[in-house]
């Protein structure tokens, strides 16, 4: 599970941000809370709210982009850089990003950042035993124009080590070579991070991630037969969504045929079934069609969802229920996590206020971040809805 992230000097935030899911043992426990072999107890929910324009989903992206340049970045193509923005009041100086996992045989982790668009300039990854110890540690050698790398029990050889790119994590370029700490770290045929988050924003919800989704179900039954139970019973209207193969003149060449997967909704009306294309539903059954998709990914084999927007185009009654998957020990045996960015309020009513960042951006344009539960003066028996739409904690627009 991650514990914690940070970062600095990255798109709208300047100084060093963290974002932290571990919580006190004067959290009460819930469903929400995972105890952790390591001791620690971890959210497996995190919300984050603030005005439009403050920084939400900047503060989402430290944690996509670390999934995938630790699994991926060796797919990059050569010579693309390392998709990273620092804030334009710093823009050559370097960023930095750090996170803290654990793992299911009791050890923390942690693992260091450093770097330009251009290159890595310093990489680390730690274990803990009695202290975290390094397996490697990568630094740049401005002078020599090369890399210095030190490493313990890592598995990385003289000659893979020889030709490694500068736009490219370690971890990443060693599970290329089948080192098998590498491959359990990169993971990289199911990487830990689902989002819908990339490095110039949301990916937003379009017919081609209908296509997208409806393959995924297609491929994945069991995902389907959870995604039309979960939509069935959210009175969606829906009976239940038919994946379809549909034959259609190959665009390229008109004299071949292509296969085409549409989802369809079906619908009951005077005692029958109707069809309606899935393009033709509402923009809230569409998101929440696409949304499953990630998430009983995550749901399934661990790790974290990131989404940013989560509850866009739904009623705001549609989180519980969708927060819920999260904290059912049954549909969440492995305690996959879920990292959220969202404008509906209400979710105050359904977290503890340890799960909820806020995010401001001040005069100079430097986005900032607290945890709800860090604001000073902050009680307990606070309405937490009422005092947050009264802008008592920030984070809200000012109009």
């Avoid at 107890?41 to 989903?57: D, E, I």
């Amino acid at each position: 599970m991650l514990h914690s992230y940070t970062f600095s000097n990255f798109q709208s935030f300047l100084e060093e941000t963290r974002v932290d899911l571990t919580v006190t043992r004067k959290v009460a426990d819930s469903d929400w809370i995972s105890s952790r072999p390591t001791g620690e107890r971890v959210s497996k929910v995190m919300a984050v709210l603030g005005a439009n324009g403050a920084g939400k989903t900047a503060l989402l992206k430290p944690a996509a982009f670390l999934g995938w340049f630790i699994s991926q970045s060796f797919q990059n193509p050569i010579g693309s850089g390392i998709p990273v923005a620092p804030h334009f009041a710093a823009s050559n100086e370097p960023s930095a990003f750090s996170c803290v996992v654990d793992s299911a045989d009791g050890h923390l982790w942690r693992y260091e950042l450093l770097c330009t668009r251009q290159r890595v300039l310093r990489e680390a990854l730690y274990r803990k035993e009695k202290r975290f110890d390094h397996l490697f540690i990568r630094e740049w050698d401005e002078k020599r124009k090369n890399y210095r790398i030190r490493q313990r029990d890592f598995g990385l050889s003289d000659n893979m080590i020889e030709n490694v790119r500068p736009d490219v994590s370690l971890i990443s370029w060693a599970a290329q070579y089948g080192v098998p700490l590498a491959l359990r770290i990169a993971r990289p045929e199911l990487p830990w991070v689902t989002t819908n988050v990339t490095g110039v924003g949301r990916i937003k919800s379009s017919d081609d991630w209908l296509y997208v989704a409806a393959r995924h179900y297609f491929e994945h039954p069991q995902h389907k037969d959870s995604m039309n139970r979960l939509l069935s019973s959210w009175d969606l209207g829906l009976e239940g969504v038919e994946i379809r193969q549909m034959n259609f003149p190959n665009p390229q060449n008109p004299e071949q045929q292509q296969t085409v997967l549409l989802p369809v909704g079906k619908h009951r009306s005077h005692g029958k079934l109707y069809d309606l294309p899935f393009a033709l539903e509402s923009s809230g059954t569409q998101g929440a069609f696409i949304h499953l998709m990630r998430v009983l990914i995550t749901l399934e084999h661990g790790g974290i969802a990131v989404i940013d927007e989560f509850e866009s185009d739904l009623h705001p009654h549609m989180l519980e229920p969708l927060l819920g998957l999260f904290a059912n020990p049954d549909i969440n045996p492995h305690n996959a996590q879920l990292l959220f960015t969202c404008h509906a309020a209400e979710v105050l009513n359904i977290l503890h206020k340890s799960q909820v960042m806020l995010v401001e951006k001040d005069e100079d344009c430097e986005s900032r971040a607290i945890r709800m539960d860090k604001v000073e003066g902050i009680r307990n028996d606070d309405n937490f809805y009422a005092k947050y739409m009264a802008g008592a904690y920030g984070a809200v627009p000012r109009i």
